[in-house]
T-cell receptor, first 115, second 114 residues
């Protein structure tokens, strides 16, 4: 167990809807990264938050947005869902300072299905 | 942008055989991490390599970082059924534009037949 939790575990939405996924980081970690993992693919970096500020972003459109709270938990919001958004969404927490690739501890993920 | 290729995509071995996966980058890397993901699970950190030419061992696993810091490999000696899973490399680039972006390779899926 990594101490990183995610909710919900599974979610079914329809095209055009909005979704919020949540992540509680491991105690003592101030950095959270979000990834999208399609079936049979590697995790794709969405963005990272460090001390409540976005600290890097992958090639995802603006309808993917996030927040990090003072307790370092985090949310991933996706607006206007598309069928291709169906995937496993992983969050990973770490202790890293800005710009350092520290060991990332992954949560179990949220499996999103868009119909 | 940074391009990472991981090969092979799949590997089926008999228990006891060796296994190697390679991660190749088009650009020089700052460091590289390796993760293992069991079927239905989430990625679990294995190791981080930072220095040019670095070699690290964990029991039957040997990790190498190339001299030019553009490629890396993971070698498993005498595979066991517990080694089944997908192995991902996660390189971090040196370029400022890529430094805060974290890429995973496409992974090598290992199946071990008992």
């Amino acid at each position: 167990e990594t101490g990183v939790t995610q909710s919900p575990t599974h979610l079914i939405k329809t095209r055009g809807q909005q979704v919020t996924l949540r992540c509680s980081s491991q105690s003592g970690h101030n950095t959270v990264s979000w990834y999208q993992q399609a079936l049979g693919q590697g995790p794709q970096f969405i963005f990272q938050y460090y001390r409540e500020e976005e600290n890097g972003r992958g090639n995802f459109p603006p309808r993917f947005s996030g927040l990090q709270f003072p307790n370092y938990s985090s949310e991933l919001n996706v607006n206007a869902l598309e069928l291709d958004d169906s995937a496993l969404y992983l969050c990973a927490s770490s202790t890293g300072a800005s710009g350092t690739q520290e060991t990332q501890y992954f949560g179990p993920g949220t499996r999103l299905l868009v119909l | 942008g940074q391009q990472v290729m991981q090969i092979p995509q799949y590997q089926h071995v008999q228990e006891g055989e060796d296994f190697t996966t390679y991660c190749n980058s088009s650009t020089t890397l700052s460091n590289i991490q390796w993760y293992k993901q069991r079927p239905g699970g989430h990625p679990v950190f294995l190791i981080q390599l930072v220095k040019s030419g670095e070699v690290k061992k964990q029991k039957r696993l040997t990790f190498q970082f190339g001299e030019a810091k553009k490629n890396s490999s993971l070698h498993i000696t005498a595979t066991q059924t517990t080694d089944v899973g997908t192995y991902f490399c996660a390189p971090q680039g040196c370029q400022i534009v890529n430094f805060n972006k974290f890429y995973f390779g496409s992974g090598t899926k290992l199946n071990v037949k008992p």
